[in-house]
Protein backbone atom coordinates (compact mmCIF):
# COMPACT_ATOMS: atom_id res chain seq x y z
CA UNK A 1 0.00 0.00 0.00
CA UNK A 2 3.07 2.31 -0.73
CA UNK A 3 1.77 3.77 -3.63
CA UNK A 4 -1.36 4.79 -1.96
CA UNK A 5 0.72 6.77 0.66
CA UNK A 6 2.46 8.32 -2.41
CA UNK A 7 -0.26 9.66 -3.80
CA UNK A 8 -1.93 10.82 -0.82
CA UNK A 9 1.27 12.58 0.44
CA UNK A 10 0.63 15.97 1.16
CA UNK A 11 -3.05 16.26 1.32
CA UNK A 12 -4.50 17.18 4.58
CA UNK A 13 -6.30 14.03 6.02
CA UNK A 14 -3.98 12.01 4.22
CA UNK A 15 -3.97 9.48 6.96
CA UNK A 16 -7.89 9.47 7.62
CA UNK A 17 -8.18 9.19 3.89
CA UNK A 18 -5.70 6.39 3.70
CA UNK A 19 -7.47 4.66 6.49
CA UNK A 20 -10.73 4.60 4.96
CA UNK A 21 -9.53 3.99 1.40
CA UNK A 22 -7.07 0.60 2.95
CA UNK A 23 -11.05 -0.64 4.90
CA UNK A 24 -12.96 -0.20 1.42
CA UNK A 25 -9.83 -1.83 -0.39
CA UNK A 26 -9.65 -4.49 2.09
CA UNK A 27 -13.61 -5.01 1.99
CA UNK A 28 -14.13 -4.61 -2.05
CA UNK A 29 -10.85 -5.42 -3.66
CA UNK A 30 -8.96 -8.59 -4.27
CA UNK A 31 -4.95 -8.43 -4.42
CA UNK A 32 -3.69 -9.43 -7.36
CA UNK A 33 -1.51 -12.11 -6.23
CA UNK A 34 -4.76 -13.12 -4.43
CA UNK A 35 -6.75 -12.71 -7.74
CA UNK A 36 -4.31 -14.35 -10.00
CA UNK A 37 -4.00 -17.61 -7.51
CA UNK A 38 -7.96 -17.79 -7.52
CA UNK A 39 -8.30 -17.26 -10.91
CA UNK A 40 -5.67 -20.35 -11.52
CA UNK A 41 -7.81 -22.73 -9.44
CA UNK A 42 -11.02 -21.49 -11.16
CA UNK A 43 -9.78 -22.80 -14.43
CA UNK A 44 -8.03 -26.20 -12.75
CA UNK A 45 -11.67 -26.80 -12.17
CA UNK A 46 -13.06 -26.00 -15.13
CA UNK A 47 -10.89 -28.15 -16.67
CA UNK A 48 -11.39 -30.94 -14.03
CA UNK A 49 -15.03 -30.34 -15.05
CA UNK A 50 -14.84 -30.41 -18.26
CA UNK A 51 -12.68 -33.81 -17.69
CA UNK A 52 -15.56 -35.40 -15.56
CA UNK A 53 -18.05 -34.78 -18.80
CA UNK A 54 -16.22 -36.01 -21.53
CA UNK A 55 -15.52 -39.04 -19.02
CA UNK A 56 -19.42 -39.39 -17.99
CA UNK A 57 -20.18 -39.18 -21.97
CA UNK A 58 -17.70 -41.75 -22.72
CA UNK A 59 -18.66 -43.87 -19.74
CA UNK A 60 -22.49 -43.81 -21.05
CA UNK A 61 -21.22 -44.72 -24.28
CA UNK A 62 -19.09 -47.88 -22.87
CA UNK A 63 -22.58 -48.94 -20.90
CA UNK A 64 -24.66 -48.82 -24.26
CA UNK A 65 -21.71 -50.97 -25.79
CA UNK A 66 -22.19 -52.98 -23.12
CA UNK A 67 -25.62 -53.85 -23.05
CA UNK A 68 -25.15 -54.13 -26.48
CA UNK A 69 -22.56 -56.73 -26.21
CA UNK A 70 -24.58 -58.84 -23.59
CA UNK A 71 -27.69 -58.45 -25.87
CA UNK A 72 -25.32 -59.93 -28.48
CA UNK A 73 -24.09 -62.83 -26.75
CA UNK A 74 -27.89 -63.70 -24.89
CA UNK A 75 -28.86 -63.82 -28.81
CA UNK A 76 -25.95 -65.92 -29.93
CA UNK A 77 -26.54 -68.32 -26.89
CA UNK A 78 -30.08 -68.78 -27.87
CA UNK A 79 -28.93 -69.63 -31.40
CA UNK A 80 -26.46 -72.08 -30.35
CA UNK A 81 -28.79 -73.67 -27.82
CA UNK A 82 -31.64 -73.66 -31.22
CA UNK A 83 -29.54 -75.38 -33.56
CA UNK A 84 -28.23 -77.73 -30.86
CA UNK A 85 -32.05 -79.05 -30.21
CA UNK A 86 -32.28 -79.26 -33.96
CA UNK A 87 -29.28 -81.46 -34.51
CA UNK A 88 -30.50 -83.71 -31.77
CA UNK A 89 -33.48 -83.82 -33.70
CA UNK A 90 -32.03 -84.48 -37.08
CA UNK A 91 -30.12 -87.24 -35.11
CA UNK A 92 -33.22 -88.50 -33.62
CA UNK A 93 -34.76 -88.77 -36.73
CA UNK A 94 -32.23 -89.93 -38.84
CA UNK A 95 -32.22 -92.96 -36.51
CA UNK A 96 -35.63 -93.47 -37.12
CA UNK A 97 -35.70 -93.28 -40.84
CA UNK A 98 -32.51 -95.76 -40.61
CA UNK A 99 -34.62 -98.40 -38.84
CA UNK A 100 -37.49 -97.42 -41.21
CA UNK A 101 -35.36 -98.01 -44.09
CA UNK A 102 -34.18 -101.52 -43.07
CA UNK A 103 -31.92 -103.49 -45.34
CA UNK A 104 -33.10 -101.59 -48.42
CA UNK A 105 -30.03 -99.87 -50.25
CA UNK A 106 -30.73 -96.34 -52.30
CA UNK A 107 -30.32 -96.22 -55.99
CA UNK A 108 -27.65 -93.08 -55.00
CA UNK A 109 -27.17 -90.69 -51.93
CA UNK A 110 -29.13 -88.03 -53.19
CA UNK A 111 -32.07 -89.47 -53.36
CA UNK A 112 -31.64 -90.49 -49.51
CA UNK A 113 -31.00 -87.34 -48.62
CA UNK A 114 -34.32 -86.27 -50.47
CA UNK A 115 -36.46 -88.97 -49.42
CA UNK A 116 -34.81 -88.00 -45.58
CA UNK A 117 -35.85 -84.20 -45.83
CA UNK A 118 -39.53 -85.49 -46.71
CA UNK A 119 -39.41 -87.83 -44.04
CA UNK A 120 -38.51 -84.76 -41.69
CA UNK A 121 -41.36 -82.76 -42.87
CA UNK A 122 -44.26 -85.84 -43.11
CA UNK A 123 -43.41 -87.09 -39.36
CA UNK A 124 -44.39 -83.97 -38.34
CA UNK A 125 -47.36 -83.48 -40.51
CA UNK A 126 -50.94 -83.93 -38.48
CA UNK A 127 -51.93 -86.45 -41.27
CA UNK A 128 -49.39 -89.19 -39.99
CA UNK A 129 -49.88 -88.27 -36.45
CA UNK A 130 -50.05 -92.47 -34.74
CA UNK A 131 -48.55 -93.89 -37.97
CA UNK A 132 -45.39 -95.63 -37.72
CA UNK A 133 -42.45 -95.05 -39.35
CA UNK A 134 -42.12 -97.55 -41.86
CA UNK A 135 -45.89 -96.60 -42.86
CA UNK A 136 -44.93 -93.11 -43.17
CA UNK A 137 -41.93 -94.26 -45.30
CA UNK A 138 -43.70 -96.53 -47.66
CA UNK A 139 -46.33 -93.65 -47.98
CA UNK A 140 -43.18 -91.69 -49.87
CA UNK A 141 -41.48 -94.20 -51.74
CA UNK A 142 -44.20 -96.32 -52.69
CA UNK A 143 -44.13 -96.52 -56.89
CA UNK A 144 -41.22 -94.71 -57.35
CA UNK A 145 -37.85 -96.13 -58.40
CA UNK A 146 -35.58 -94.80 -54.86
CA UNK A 147 -34.32 -98.69 -53.98
CA UNK A 148 -31.62 -100.77 -56.23
CA UNK A 149 -33.55 -103.73 -57.47
CA UNK A 150 -31.76 -106.19 -55.86
CA UNK A 151 -32.77 -108.58 -59.20
CA UNK A 152 -31.38 -106.44 -61.85
CA UNK A 153 -30.31 -109.15 -64.37
CA UNK A 154 -26.00 -109.53 -64.53
CA UNK A 155 -24.16 -108.34 -67.49
CA UNK A 156 -22.47 -111.29 -68.75
CA UNK A 157 -20.02 -111.24 -71.57
CA UNK A 158 -20.66 -112.19 -74.86
CA UNK A 159 -19.72 -115.43 -75.72
CA UNK A 160 -18.62 -114.35 -79.14
CA UNK A 161 -19.28 -115.97 -82.26
CA UNK A 162 -19.02 -119.62 -83.06
CA UNK A 163 -17.88 -120.99 -86.08
CA UNK A 164 -19.02 -123.77 -87.65
CA UNK A 165 -18.05 -126.24 -89.87
CA UNK A 166 -19.61 -127.08 -92.96
CA UNK A 167 -20.85 -130.93 -91.79
CA UNK A 168 -22.36 -128.71 -88.45
CA UNK A 169 -23.88 -125.90 -89.90
CA UNK A 170 -25.90 -128.51 -92.09
CA UNK A 171 -27.10 -130.97 -89.33
CA UNK A 172 -28.31 -127.89 -87.98
CA UNK A 173 -29.92 -126.50 -90.34
CA UNK A 174 -31.96 -129.79 -91.06
CA UNK A 175 -32.45 -129.93 -87.68
CA UNK A 176 -34.41 -126.08 -87.73
CA UNK A 177 -35.84 -127.18 -91.29
CA UNK A 178 -33.97 -125.00 -93.42
CA UNK A 179 -32.45 -125.93 -96.80
CA UNK A 180 -29.14 -127.53 -96.48
CA UNK A 181 -25.84 -125.32 -97.75
CA UNK A 182 -24.15 -126.28 -100.69
Known sequence: MEWLKEALKGLENAQELEKKIAEGIGKNFVARADFNALNSAKKGLEAQLLQLQESSVKESDFKQR??????????????????????????????????????????????EKAVFAEFQNAVVMDINKGKEDQEILEGLTKDKNYYLNPNRPIEMPSMGRVSLTEVEENKMRALMGLTLKD
Not at 82 to 96: M, N, T
Not at 98 to 107: F, I, L, S, T, Y
Request: avoid cysteine.
Open 66 to 111: LEELERKIAEEKDETKRKEREADQEVYLRKRFDQAVGENKWRDELT
